[in-house]
């Protein structure tokens, strides 16, 4: 809990001029984390709270300070304001950038760096619209990714497995800084426009986050306080979601739903903020010039009937049973690149990855255009002007009224794109699972919504197609007469995509409310809840993890789902340190220790923390002391101050007895103890443990039995527990 | 915490057969509440873990009881469905009987009940529209509100500040039940009907409430869980709202942001359903025949221009004015109602201030009207078909292209209309600080958005009239040229709206999306976000406290606010009992106390519960006991199992020892002691105690000190502190 080093050390209310020494930081390096280690949500909220009191207090000394605290309170909106602009632009750029880079496509001919584009690929295709896409012909951005990767290690997946872990307290420096920033977004353009089984979707939420926490330096409440930062990075993750989907409330809600692990509702208040700034200045940007924020905007205009949830629902199966395929798979194939030499070659993998999908992907005319692209044209809704291969019915102009078309039968162009959308559903569903979790920046909400739009629109034809040739069926007899436009097959592919989407990510309202910003309707939620939620029940019944937990669990992070209820019936006893047969707990004892036999511990023992006692036989608790903070100080103490040898005594006491005056000066460090440790006790079940590690964000625990010490519980004793109870590796946690 | 009576007693994994006991509850009455107290947030989610796990492990024995797990895990979406429809419908009945009721109007004349409504109202006005509003005729509705309340005291108020509370934790026992949910929907029709400044949209929300609690009880899952029956009324709330404003969405929003206390992940996604069930129900009985939910619903196509943002925001000020200065008038005038002989008569209150109403309502037309019917004309954009006074512009036929009609001179009617809403709005701001907490059904949304969209509207068509002919001044130069349509008042309108409704309830994002969703346009969020948000800061910078807070503390309901920080630096010793010169804490020991003094104990303090201590020299703390619990074990004690009389020791340890022959038999109750009880250190900071309590749901915590139990904190006590660091009377809590 609170450490001494707060003002508490007093137990007093005699706070400001303490807690001025702690604004300044006597010693520096207490209070902060090292890499790859889990933070004290409690001890940081209290910082801040600190902080926040003492700016109020001085508030009321001058004008100055009234200003400081005024615009200490606003600092946080302002901050929302910059994310919001900056994740909006740079989405822009992305989108802008990338668009160009497709239309420029200046590259190299791999048979003859001289040849020019068309040069290259005359002997494989001389049709004008494919000619750039020739498996010769491999543009720069096809390059540059491969080599792109060199630069940033983290600048590679998309992110929002390492993001979810990072706002659930973890630290991994480097990850959202500025060079991670620049490097994603430039390979994030070349990989969008290469034509890759990926969208900039994820990513996007990655490249909001950096924004977040770049910006967050501008601000010292947020600079220096790991608890405030995280806030701010759940509202930078709405805003990627914003401009990704062009939907703000989708945005606020994915991220309350899936990103976020601590989401107080003034953050929710700033992340809306934060995520309506960034799609504002998406659209004022205007990337696709059509003032819409995203390529698959769609408007369906016709009503649905309620027996057409009988496909949706199939939809909804189809996509669950995608989803955990899918999840199975890739995990599979990203653990055999982790294990097998195949993770040494990065570059080459993607190298081979991108050819065999440039080879695949070029005879098949919907593999061949962007995904985005894809999913717009299978969301539309044939109009009397469409000249898409897939609008191409038996048109009967006699009965044409208006821009809606009643139901025809499907010409030759239909037919022939049913079967091209068969082949490029089965390649996506492949190359999608070789292509997510290699070294690029990839997103998967573009390719699952793609797999699910092509099965969503082969469904809607074919359902069009019998109600058109057997309207007397009874099922299609109450509400579907000849000549009428009963079928929507842009709302099946829509339905489909939310339904992989839904298998892939175990998203629920978020996904409803996005795909709902997306078409605008209120309508058609009902169609969309009903596939989400079929999905999701499909996928939970085979693997109860979305691709999201599995990559974390994959990477051994120490991740506390907050989803998940925990449902075995041990006690804190079970799982505590020591274990039965285990030599007994390392205490330090408040008043008999000397400096040398709390090195000694320190030396012997990797422990984070040690907790402090009344003596060794009372085992009665006193408090915690951190590691950390524990050598910091003695070096310090052996530094400057004077008498301090090795046989000083340690006191974690309020008030030393005198000492008598041969003895070595002693060494008081009460301020460095955390003098409110959480603890439970032995019989607690660890359903209790885990939800209070969940809700106030503990590192560890102590736990008692009739007020005496018997262990300790930290984060990763849980996940041990947990991994270990689902029958996993307890080893496969791998950090702190 | 988890209390011995599940399966904890033996503290090992011997699960099946006892957890059979405390299912079938062996002493019935262990592990209930009593009325007006407050819940064990831990406990009981504890006992649902325990079901469930139950559950789970017998479905693997039979096909039945793998069949009654299933639709054990179903249940909760069958139950959202039922209360979906239910509200749904519900909502619409009370619509259609509303309307039906205004239409009707058969009512009595008080000058002689033999004339009829015409001849009654003969005197005083001629004309046939207003024929009904003449104050000597008092419809039936108006009587009978006055007399229905009598039959259930709970039925009258918006009831959302109670149903926070229950929300919270609290029992009140029949606020959600059915006499509750009858009488109120039948007051809450007459009540709309009758013309008083109120709305529908507060008390819909305690009907869905009603009836989510009453359907509870089809599912033994819900009905005897008070945890899980939480957050069924949570998704009730949200389906309230969503019938109330059509807005499925912000009817979620509202019951996490506003409503809500614990609101996990899953209740999000079943709120969601349940919202958008009744949503359609509502749709499908199409009450206003527009297959809209909500009369003022709009569309509005006209942008809006940088610059209106200073209107906006001026709005927003205004609205946060209202806000702060309606809940300060209204708590007034509700602490004078509680504290005089006012209260005595509610059923002559609300006859006088309906009749001041009719009265002051009947001259002018803008305050005659139904509430909604108002709001709905001023959000209206007006169009060449308007007739409406608001709508009477000078024509100029000749710029007149499509349904946009281009800026305006106001015409006569304008001018009108102008000075009718200026005086309705005087009259509204006035009667509603009366109207609000007086004994009928008596929602606040309508009439909060009713003086913004009075105060919207004037201020638009200033704006238009002011833009109109000073088209060539600076500010107006760059976006307003003549004969364009640059000003939208109706927009106006629903900004003011938002503003003060968000100034009463401080609602923040959940305003916003219900805003959006009566809209249906992204881009107006976004004047409406401005406006919101200088509303909530003007409003909070006068007091922070909404209109809901606000009522329930003048009521002392125990409720500990979720959103506010508390910031003091107060420690978990200064707020514990016993106080400094108290006499110390009363404690059971575990093994040596007789029933006798037991029962002394009892009989000599009120607490809810002991603490349980290995003796009173250590003062280790073993666990808790809850005083019914107690009462009730000894109770049965005496009556069934033999040997036990006053002279017998109570045994809280696990193994007792061998007794002299002589003595008499002991009482083991290490059932009912909870062994793991939440415990503090007593230098734990209260703004740690505050969040544990908040965030784990907890009734008490004990407090310890170097290991030794030193006192108790209970829920009361932190409410209690709180109230007094704001300088409050901390007596003013009232209930445990």
């Given at each position: 809990?609170?450490?001494?080093?707060?003002?508490?050390?007093?137990?007093?209310?005699?706070?400001?001029?303490?807690?001025?020494?702690?604004?300044?930081?006597?010693?520096?390096?207490?209070?902060?984390?090292?890499?790859?280690?889990?933070?004290?949500?409690?001890?940081?909220?209290?910082?801040?709270?600190?902080?926040?009191?003492?700016?109020?207090?001085?508030?009321?000394?001058?004008?100055?300070?009234?200003?400081?605290?005024?615009?200490?309170?606003?600092?946080?909106?302002?901050?929302?304001?910059?994310?919001?602009?900056?994740?909006?632009?740079?989405?822009?750029?992305?989108?802008?950038?990338?668009?160009?880079?497709?239309?420029?496509?200046?590259?190299?001919?791999?048979?003859?760096?001289?040849?020019?584009?068309?040069?290259?690929?005359?002997?494989?295709?001389?049709?004008?619209?494919?000619?750039?896409?020739?498996?010769?012909?491999?543009?720069?951005?096809?390059?540059?990714?491969?080599?792109?990767?060199?630069?940033?290690?983290?600048?590679?997946?998309?992110?929002?497995?390492?993001?979810?872990?990072?706002?659930?307290?973890?630290?991994?420096?480097?990850?959202?800084?500025?060079?991670?920033?620049?490097?994603?977004?430039?390979?994030?353009?070349?990989?969008?426009?290469?034509?890759?089984?990926?969208?900039?979707?994820?990513?996007?939420?990655?490249?909001?986050?950096?924004?977040?926490?770049?910006?967050?330096?501008?601000?010292?409440?947020?600079?220096?306080?790991?608890?405030?930062?995280?806030?701010?990075?759940?509202?930078?993750?709405?805003?990627?979601?914003?401009?990704?989907?062009?939907?703000?409330?989708?945005?606020?809600?994915?991220?309350?739903?899936?990103?976020?692990?601590?989401?107080?509702?003034?953050?929710?208040?700033?992340?809306?903020?934060?995520?309506?700034?960034?799609?504002?200045?998406?659209?004022?940007?205007?990337?696709?010039?059509?003032?819409?924020?995203?390529?698959?905007?769609?408007?369906?205009?016709?009503?649905?009937?309620?027996?057409?949830?009988?496909?949706?629902?199939?939809?909804?199966?189809?996509?669950?049973?995608?989803?955990?395929?899918?999840?199975?798979?890739?995990?599979?194939?990203?653990?055999?690149?982790?294990?097998?030499?195949?993770?040494?070659?990065?570059?080459?993998?993607?190298?081979?990855?991108?050819?065999?999908?440039?080879?695949?992907?070029?005879?098949?005319?919907?593999?061949?255009?962007?995904?985005?692209?894809?999913?717009?044209?299978?969301?539309?809704?044939?109009?009397?002007?469409?000249?898409?291969?897939?609008?191409?019915?038996?048109?009967?102009?006699?009965?044409?009224?208006?821009?809606?078309?009643?139901?025809?039968?499907?010409?030759?162009?239909?037919?022939?794109?049913?079967?091209?959308?068969?082949?490029?559903?089965?390649?996506?569903?492949?190359?999608?699972?070789?292509?997510?979790?290699?070294?690029?920046?990839?997103?998967?909400?573009?390719?699952?919504?793609?797999?699910?739009?092509?099965?969503?629109?082969?469904?809607?034809?074919?359902?069009?197609?019998?109600?058109?040739?057997?309207?007397?069926?009874?099922?299609?007899?109450?509400?579907?007469?000849?000549?009428?436009?009963?079928?929507?097959?842009?709302?099946?592919?829509?339905?489909?995509?939310?339904?992989?989407?839904?298998?892939?990510?175990?998203?629920?309202?978020?996904?409803?409310?996005?795909?709902?910003?997306?078409?605008?309707?209120?309508?058609?939620?009902?169609?969309?809840?009903?596939?989400?939620?079929?999905?999701?029940?499909?996928?939970?019944?085979?693997?109860?993890?979305?691709?999201?937990?599995?990559?974390?669990?994959?990477?051994?992070?120490?991740?506390?789902?907050?989803?998940?209820?925990?449902?075995?019936?041990?006690?804190?006893m079970d799982v505590m340190r020591p274990r039965r047969n285990d030599p007994p707990l390392t205490v330090i004892t408040q008043d008999s220790m000397t400096v040398e036999d709390i090195e000694t511990i320190i030396n012997e023992t990797t422990y984070s923390g040690y907790p402090v006692v009344v003596s060794r036989e009372s085992q009665r608790l006193v408090g915690f002391v951190l590691r950390r903070d524990l050598i910091i100080s003695i070096e310090n103490a052996r530094k400057k101050q004077d008498g301090i040898v090795s046989t000083s005594i340690i006191y974690f006491t309020d008030h030393s007895p005198p000492l008598p005056p041969s003895s070595p000066s002693m060494l008081k460090l009460r301020s460095i103890l955390d003098l409110s440790p959480f603890t439970v006790t032995d019989q607690t079940p660890m359903e209790i443990v885990v939800d209070i590690f969940r809700k106030l964000g503990l590192r560890q625990c102590?736990?008692?039995?009739?007020?005496?010490?018997?262990?300790?519980?930290?984060?990763?004793?849980?996940?041990?527990?947990?991994?270990?109870?689902?029958?996993?590796?307890?080893?496969?946690?791998?950090?702190?």
């Amino acid at each position: 809990m609170v450490t001494g080093f707060t003002s508490y050390n007093g137990g007093g209310m005699n706070g400001t001029s303490k807690m001025m020494d702690f604004l300044e930081e006597p010693l520096p390096g207490v209070g902060t984390y090292e890499d790859f280690n889990t933070i004290d949500w409690v001890r940081e909220k209290s910082r801040d709270r600190d902080r926040h009191r003492e700016i109020t207090s001085r508030s009321k000394e001058s004008t100055w300070a009234l200003i400081h605290s005024v615009s200490d309170a606003f600092s946080g909106w302002l901050l929302m304001l910059f994310i919001g602009l900056l994740a909006g632009s740079l989405a822009g750029l992305i989108d802008i950038s990338a668009h160009w880079m497709t239309d420029l496509k200046e590259g190299v001919c791999l048979a003859g760096f001289w040849f020019n584009h068309e040069h290259c690929c005359w002997k494989s295709n001389t049709t004008f619209t494919d000619r750039d896409k020739c498996p010769e012909w491999m543009s720069w951005s096809q390059l540059i990714i491969g080599h792109g990767e060199g630069f940033a290690p983290y600048a590679c997946g998309s992110g929002i497995p390492e993001i979810k872990t990072i706002l659930s307290g973890f630290i991994i420096r480097g990850y959202l800084g500025k060079w991670t920033l620049i490097i994603k977004t430039i390979t994030l353009v070349l990989a969008v426009s290469s034509g890759l089984s990926l969208g900039k979707e994820g990513p996007l939420v990655h490249v909001a986050c950096c924004c977040g926490n770049i910006l967050c330096h501008l601000f010292t409440k947020y600079r220096k306080n790991e608890a405030k930062r995280r806030e701010v990075l759940s509202a930078a993750a709405a805003a990627g979601v914003s401009v990704a989907f062009g939907a703000p409330i989708g945005g606020v809600l994915f991220s309350l739903e899936e990103v976020s692990y601590y989401f107080p509702l003034k953050t929710l208040w700033r992340s809306f903020f934060a995520a309506l700034v960034a799609a504002f200045t998406l659209r004022s940007i205007n990337p696709f010039g059509n003032s819409r924020l995203v390529l698959f905007y769609v408007e369906f205009h016709m009503p649905w009937h309620l027996l057409e949830l009988v496909p949706f629902i199939l939809l909804g199966i189809f996509g669950g049973l995608w989803g955990a395929f899918f999840i199975r798979s890739n995990i599979a194939w990203c653990r055999r690149r982790k294990t097998t030499k195949l993770g040494k070659y990065p570059v080459l993998e993607v190298f081979v990855v991108t050819a065999i999908t440039a080879i695949l992907a070029f005879p098949n005319e919907y593999t061949r255009m962007s995904t985005s692209e894809l999913i717009s044209e299978l969301f539309n809704d044939c109009g009397i002007l469409d000249s898409s291969k897939l609008c191409e019915y038996v048109n009967d102009f006699n009965s044409t009224k208006g821009d809606d078309l009643p139901d025809r039968a499907a010409g030759p162009g239909v037919y022939t794109a049913m079967w091209q959308l068969a082949l490029a559903l089965i390649m996506k569903v492949f190359i999608t699972i070789f292509t997510f979790g290699m070294k690029v920046p990839s997103g998967l909400f573009i390719p699952s919504m793609a797999v699910g739009a092509i099965a969503g629109r082969l469904l809607g034809v074919a359902m069009e197609q019998l109600a058109f040739y057997h309207h007397d069926w009874i099922i299609f007899s109450g509400w579907c007469s000849q000549g009428a436009d009963c079928i929507t097959p842009g709302l099946y592919a829509m339905v489909g995509a939310a339904a992989c989407l839904g298998g892939v990510t175990r998203m629920t309202v978020s996904l409803v409310v996005i795909m709902f910003e997306l078409t605008g309707g209120l309508e058609y939620i009902v169609p969309l809840m009903a596939a989400a939620m079929t999905s999701k029940w499909v996928a939970d019944a085979i693997g109860r993890e979305g691709i999201y937990d599995a990559h974390i669990r994959l990477n051994g992070y120490p991740f506390l789902e907050a989803k998940e209820e925990f449902s075995h019936k041990t006690l804190a006893m079970d799982v505590m340190r020591p274990r039965r047969n285990d030599p007994p707990l390392t205490v330090i004892t408040q008043d008999s220790m000397t400096v040398e036999d709390i090195e000694t511990i320190i030396n012997e023992t990797t422990y984070s923390g040690y907790p402090v006692v009344v003596s060794r036989e009372s085992q009665r608790l006193v408090g915690f002391v951190l590691r950390r903070d524990l050598i910091i100080s003695i070096e310090n103490a052996r530094k400057k101050q004077d008498g301090i040898v090795s046989t000083s005594i340690i006191y974690f006491t309020d008030h030393s007895p005198p000492l008598p005056p041969s003895s070595p000066s002693m060494l008081k460090l009460r301020s460095i103890l955390d003098l409110s440790p959480f603890t439970v006790t032995d019989q607690t079940p660890m359903e209790i443990v885990v939800d209070i590690f969940r809700k106030l964000g503990l590192r560890q625990c102590l736990v008692t039995h009739n007020g005496k010490l018997l262990g300790i519980i930290t984060k990763k004793d849980v996940l041990k527990h947990i991994a270990q109870l689902a029958n996993q590796d307890p080893d496969s946690i791998l950090f702190n």
